[in-house]
């Protein structure tokens, strides 16, 4: 009963916008369902999953403005909660009621797999895509076509706690070894009972779940990738690859400077740093909101994640960037003014208007250093943008292949397959699942 308030009230949120924009207008009508008529306005719907508790909200001066720059189009918003979020759009599209534009993670290529993605290229300028990395626009291409443009950035960085590395006289780490070095000076047993209480780093399983993306960024660092070049295996299993898992499985099973799976429950991780009892943690950067909020006299700082022996300088410090773009129906009926909205939101003074109210980043590094130049915190974010790895962009990656790779970092990290083998065993599993 919980789950289902907190699903309406999500929903409702993204009505109560959508009736701004839309007078009367019911779901369904956008778009999608016919022709607009010449001289008359022309309604487009947009949907997205929220970023945070009111999301509505924090697009409410967004939209304000895009009314006002552009009358002759009416806007639908709605808030698409994550937890129905496949089921929901897969069903629309599926039926051919889909929104006009729509807010794409990495799973994008599942709906141009159906045929369901506009190829944007006929919209795109040198100067749109100049904006990005060549890494994050690729990230929006599959199997030729262009599908999402990019919109915003997640960069993950290494949050500290001030008073614990001064305490001990430990400079920021900024490679491999001094991380390690670091690490081992701030693990202790304070009270003397035998058991460590203060952790020195923590790989980011706050959630209280495994993601790959806790042993994904020392893998890169170290010279590995997901996928090898021709995409038909993995592409760690290798020396550069092993190398990274065995890194970063030492911090914790080895060097036990960072606790181990079970430790603790999602609950009391977060606590952890929160309380002083964790000197650095890797996470997104949007976590520095939450320190602040659940522990506001906290005096914390956070820095790029220690460069590995990657000789690409920018993948030596290589980090997981969750992105997004906005992405256009194929099945759209009003295809050039829902490029017109993309178009308004990806220019830095709109786009940033929602971003920086919820301590996100711009896809561009550029405009990401712009909006947050004076920001202790997202200006390391907005600094380690280029050096984000992408996710692969196939449509079995999220349903086949994550998986596989998530099993592979349990097992190495409970200790019941060594590195070497938990590898190998993962690659045979992928090689069969990307041959098909």
Same mark, same amino acid.
């Given at each position: 009963?919980?789950?289902?308030?907190?699903?309406?009230?999500?929903?409702?949120?993204?009505?109560?916008?959508?009736?701004?924009?839309?007078?009367?207008?019911?779901?369904?009508?956008?778009?999608?369902?016919?022709?607009?008529?010449?001289?008359?306005?022309?309604?487009?719907?947009?949907?997205?999953?929220?970023?945070?508790?009111?999301?509505?909200?924090?697009?409410?001066?967004?939209?304000?403005?895009?009314?006002?720059?552009?009358?002759?189009?009416?806007?639908?918003?709605?808030?698409?909660? +994550?937890?129905? +979020?496949?089921?929901?759009?897969?069903?629309?599209?599926?039926?051919?009621?889909?929104?006009?534009?729509?807010?794409?993670?990495?799973?994008?290529?599942?709906?141009?797999?159906?045929?369901?993605?506009?190829?944007?290229?006929?919209?795109?300028?040198? *100067?749109?895509?100049?904006?990005?990395?060549?890494?994050?626009?690729?990230?929006?291409?599959?199997?030729?076509?262009?599908?999402?443009?990019?919109?915003?950035?997640?960069?993950?960085?290494?949050?500290?706690?001030?008073?614990?590395?001064?305490?001990?006289?430990?400079?920021?780490?900024?490679?491999?070894?001094?991380? &390690?070095?670091?690490? @081992?000076?701030?693990?202790?047993?304070?009270?003397?009972?035998?058991?460590?209480?203060?952790?020195?780093?923590?790989?980011?399983?706050?959630?209280?779940?495994?993601?790959?993306?806790?042993?994904?960024?020392?893998?890169?660092?170290?010279?590995?990738?997901?996928?090898?070049?021709?995409?038909?295996?993995?592409?760690?299993?290798?020396? *550069?690859?092993?190398?990274?898992?065995?890194?970063?499985?030492?911090?914790?099973?080895?060097?036990?400077?960072?606790?181990?799976?079970?430790?603790?429950?999602?609950?009391?991780? @977060?606590?952890?740093?929160?309380?002083?009892?964790?000197?650095?943690?890797?996470? @997104?950067?949007?976590?520095?909101?939450?320190?602040?909020?659940?522990?506001?006299?906290?005096?914390?700082?956070?820095?790029?994640?220690?460069?590995?022996?990657?000789?690409?300088?920018?993948?030596?410090?290589?980090?997981?960037?969750?992105?997004?773009?906005?992405?256009?129906?194929?099945?759209?009926?009003?295809?050039?003014?829902? +490029?017109?909205?993309?178009?308004?939101?990806? &220019? *830095?003074?709109?786009?940033?208007?929602?971003?920086?109210?919820?301590?996100? &980043?711009?896809?561009?590094?550029?405009?990401?250093?712009?909006?947050?130049?004076?920001?202790?915190?997202?200006?390391?974010?907005?600094?380690?943008?280029?050096?984000?790895?992408?996710?692969?962009?196939?449509?079995? +990656?999220?349903?086949?292949?994550?998986?596989?790779?998530?099993?592979?970092? *349990?097992?190495?990290?409970?200790?019941?397959?060594?590195?070497?083998?938990?590898?190998?065993?993962?690659?045979?599993?992928?090689?069969?699942?990307?041959?098909?």
């Amino acid at each position: 009963m919980k789950a289902m308030k907190t699903l309406v009230s999500i929903l409702l949120a993204g009505a109560l916008t959508a009736s701004v924009f839309s007078g009367c207008g019911k779901e369904g009508e956008g778009g999608t369902s016919g022709d607009a008529k010449s001289g008359e306005t022309t309604k487009i719907t947009f949907w997205k999953a929220p970023h945070a508790s009111n999301e509505a909200e924090l697009w409410q001066p967004v939209f304000d403005k895009f009314a006002e720059e552009h009358p002759e189009i009416e806007l639908e918003f709605l808030v698409t909660p +994550w937890e129905s +979020w496949n089921e929901k759009y897969s069903a629309a599209f599926a039926g051919g009621t889909p929104p006009d534009v729509s807010y794409m993670t990495e799973g994008f290529p599942n709906f141009v797999a159906a045929g369901q993605l506009e190829d944007l290229t006929p919209y795109i300028t040198d *100067e749109l895509k100049d904006k990005y990395t060549d890494a994050l626009w690729s990230s929006g291409e599959y199997d030729g076509v262009m599908a999402r443009v990019p919109f915003l950035n997640l960069t993950s960085i290494v949050f500290y706690n001030k008073a614990l590395l001064e305490a001990d006289g430990v400079e920021i780490p900024q490679t491999w070894d001094e991380l &390690l070095a670091a690490a @081992q000076t701030l693990t202790k047993d304070t009270d003397g009972d035998g058991k460590t209480d203060q952790w020195g780093y923590f790989l980011n399983h706050f959630t209280g779940e495994i993601s790959i993306h806790q042993t994904a960024p020392y893998i890169y660092q170290s010279g590995g990738t997901f996928l090898n070049e021709d995409e038909t295996a993995l592409g760690f299993n290798n020396e *550069e690859g092993i190398r990274g898992l065995r890194f970063v499985t030492d911090l914790m099973v080895k060097y036990k400077v960072a606790p181990a799976l079970d430790d603790y429950s999602a609950e009391e991780a @977060q606590q952890l740093f929160y309380n002083g009892k964790v000197a650095m943690f890797a996470d @997104q950067c949007q976590a520095g909101s939450a320190i602040k909020t659940n522990a506001p006299d906290l005096d914390f700082g956070a820095f790029q994640m220690p460069a590995g022996p990657n000789p690409d300088e920018a993948m030596s410090r290589a980090n997981y960037g969750g992105n997004g773009g906005l992405s256009i129906a194929s099945a759209s009926k009003v295809k050039d003014q829902a +490029w017109t909205l993309i178009e308004f939101l990806t &220019l *830095e003074e709109n786009g940033a208007i929602y971003l920086k109210a919820n301590n996100m &980043l711009d896809a561009s590094a550029e405009v990401s250093k712009e909006m947050w130049g004076d920001d202790e915190i997202m200006s390391v974010a907005a600094d380690a943008v280029p050096s984000a790895y992408p996710v692969p962009t196939d449509p079995r +990656w999220f349903s086949q292949v994550d998986p596989v790779i998530k099993l592979m970092i *349990e097992e190495i990290l409970r200790g019941t397959k060594d590195v070497e083998t938990a590898v190998a065993d993962a690659d045979a599993q992928v090689k069969e699942i990307l041959a098909q």
